[in-house]
């Protein structure tokens, strides 16, 4: 073994932590004494009572055992490197291999004074001819990967093994299309493959899950960063099996499959608290069933992290601070626009203001907003829930989406009695929202009256740092590049050398599991409704009439938008083709 254990000097861990600043002095004796009433590790009474994350504990642990820091969460481990050792022993000894280079095999510990474990470790690299160095990985991380908390395919290759002895033993199929017997909706089997299946997706950030039946099988996607990944096929035998699991998480009808059903369940993956909004669709081949995963746990992003800048983020900025109006946000779903009106929201938020929000459903918690969520199967609608809302003397209003008539003319109501409202529509671009509300039934001279901004946006994916490098241009795509840039005020281009265009790439490595792109952020346009945008409503000029004059101000398209970022390397142009060609 290449790096052997041992501390950084004579000093106990807890002084360890307390002299190079990960706790105060103070919190450190309070959780000793916890400790030793309740019989728990230090690490652990730190994690539980959150003064440290579990991921920061360990690379505090990694700094005193001088041992070099592994997140396993981030790396894809190969079956090959797993299949070196027995799973057996990974699960005794919490330990597990990740990477095999040269002869060397790099394997996570989360104990490094587990004499056995490095005995065993030692052994087993001697047994193989392999060198075994040592990294430090958190529990959490070592057994996702081990299987304990959700190796996908090997938790749900344990799983189908366990259905086909239980079948093989009592002759009969465990589950028809036809009939769903109750037995098997408590099988442990079944429920183990959800669980691991979700667990999944909420580790490896997927904003949705996708569970489609065909013919002979059953294939399960996950939607991370925009993009729909297989992750699993599943046999056909189980399909009404895991449906139902589903259904009754949420609370739906298990006997119905004849019809679309809504809901929505809770749970708890590390510590992260999650929302599943779930819906269930029926298909020629069974039900298709799809769950958009709604993080509680995670922090509301600021305007500059969404990608607002420039003269879009000043117009931004005026019109959050104006006392009454409508601010809308366009784009199709799943295009970000809850997160930038959470964003604004959280600007706004002062114990001056009274914010009340009408949501489908609620994405994040805010303190000191009071946040109301739509159920249409009792009649609370956004047009009915919004006039309650406006009984509630509030002074920032934030509807979730105009769908019809009847919510869109309480909106411009609201607008026009003094009230800040913000929501959502469903549009291609900017000037589009004018017509949709025209074509909904209201009027334009009070649309002129009440709309103080609108704003369309779409998410593309960002390019991984860790692996970004330049890539040669082609001319066509140059040519599309300085085409897209006339008109954008350099206040965009601050800092971009125009004369000699460079574009990005993200080659792919670990950190962004080989896709040369980690994360997302937007690309908008603002359309201010000055008083000559105003005029050209009036009197329902075209959208082309529209654009010109918002040019005129300084407004730029979202691919315009997502140029700039592409010069900026942030994105490529791969990524802007593929979100904003109409």
């Keep these: 073994m290449n790096n052997p254990v041992k501390t950084n000097d004579s000093k106990s861990f807890d002084q360890f932590l307390v002299d190079n600043g990960f706790v105060a002095q103070q919190i450190i004796q309070e959780a000793l004494e916890q400790q030793k009433k309740s019989g728990q590790s230090l690490g652990q009474v730190l994690i539980n009572n959150k003064i440290l994350e579990e991921e920061d504990l360990t690379k505090a642990k990694a700094a005193f055992f001088n041992i070099p820091y592994v997140d396993l969460r981030k790396i894809h481990v190969s079956p090959m490197v797993l299949a070196l050792i027995p799973k057996e022993s990974m699960n005794f000894y919490n330990f597990v291999p990740f990477d095999l280079k040269d002869k060397t095999l790099k394997v996570a510990i989360t104990d490094p004074t587990n004499l056995s474990a490095l005995e065993a470790l030692e052994f087993l690299g001697q047994k193989q001819n392999l060198q075994v160095q040592l990294y430090l990985a958190s529990d959490t991380s070592v057994g996702i990967v081990v299987g304990k908390k959700g190796n996908l395919k090997m938790v749900v290759g344990e799983a189908l093994k366990d259905i086909q002895t239980k079948e093989e033993k009592e002759k009969k199929p465990v589950i028809t299309e036809q009939e769903t017997k109750p037995a098997v909706l408590e099988e442990a089997p079944i429920i183990k493959i959800v669980d691991v299946i979700l667990a999944n997706a909420i580790e490896g950030n997927a904003s949705d899950i996708h569970i489609e039946p065909s013919e002979k099988d059953v294939r399960v996607r996950y939607r991370i960063d925009g993009i729909l990944h297989t992750s699993l096929m599943l046999p056909k035998n189980i399909q009404s099996a895991i449906v139902t699991r589903i259904k009754i998480l949420s609370n739906l009808k298990i006997d119905e499959s004849r019809l679309p059903q809504d809901g929505r369940f809770h749970v708890e993956v590390g510590k992260k608290s999650v929302d599943l909004r779930v819906s269930i669709l029926p298909l020629i081949y069974g039900e298709k069933t799809v769950m958009r995963i709604l993080d509680k746990s995670g922090s509301v992003p600021t305007l500059e992290q969404l990608g607002i800048r420039g003269r879009a983020a000043t117009w931004v900025k ?160 140059e040519d599309e590049i300085r085409k897209n840039l006339v008109g954008v005020p350099e206040e965009y281009l601050e800092g971009v050398d125009q004369k000699t265009i460079k574009i990005y790439k993200g080659q792919g490595c670990e950190k962004c599991g080989h896709t040369g792109y980690v994360s997302r952020f937007g690309i908008f346009e603002v359309l201010p409704v000055t008083t000559q945008v105003q005029d050209l409503i009036l009197t329902k000029a075209s959208t082309h009439k529209v654009y010109e004059e918002a040019s005129k101000l300084g407004m730029i398209t979202m691919k315009q938008d997502g140029i700039v970022k592409v010069i900026r390397g942030e994105t490529t142009m791969d990524e802007i083709i593929r979100v904003t060609t109409e």
């Design 318 to 477: 005026e019109n959050i601070k104006k006392t009454h109006g409508i601010f809308l946000i366009t784009g199709p779903t799943g295009s970000g626009k809850s997160t930038t009106l959470y964003s604004i929201l959280s600007i706004l938020n002062t114990a001056t203001v009274n914010i009340i929000t009408l949501e489908d459903p609620v994405e994040y918690f805010i303190a000191g907003v009071n946040q109301s969520q739509i159920n249409p199967d009792i009649g609370l609608t956004f047009a009915s829930g919004l006039r309650s809302i406006l009984r509630q003397d509030p002074n920032i209003v934030m509807v979730g989406e105009v769908r019809d008539k009847e919510t869109a003319e309480i909106a411009v109501h609201a607008a026009l009695t003094g009230h800040l409202l913000f929501s959502t529509l469903h549009t291609n671009n900017a000037i589009g929202a004018m017509p949709r509300m025209i074509d909904m039934g209201i009027e334009p001279f009070l649309l002129t009256a009440s709309v103080n901004v609108v704003m369309a946006q779409r998410l593309v994916r960002k390019i991984c740092q860790n692996c970004k490098k330049e890539v040669p241009i082609t001319k066509a795509v």
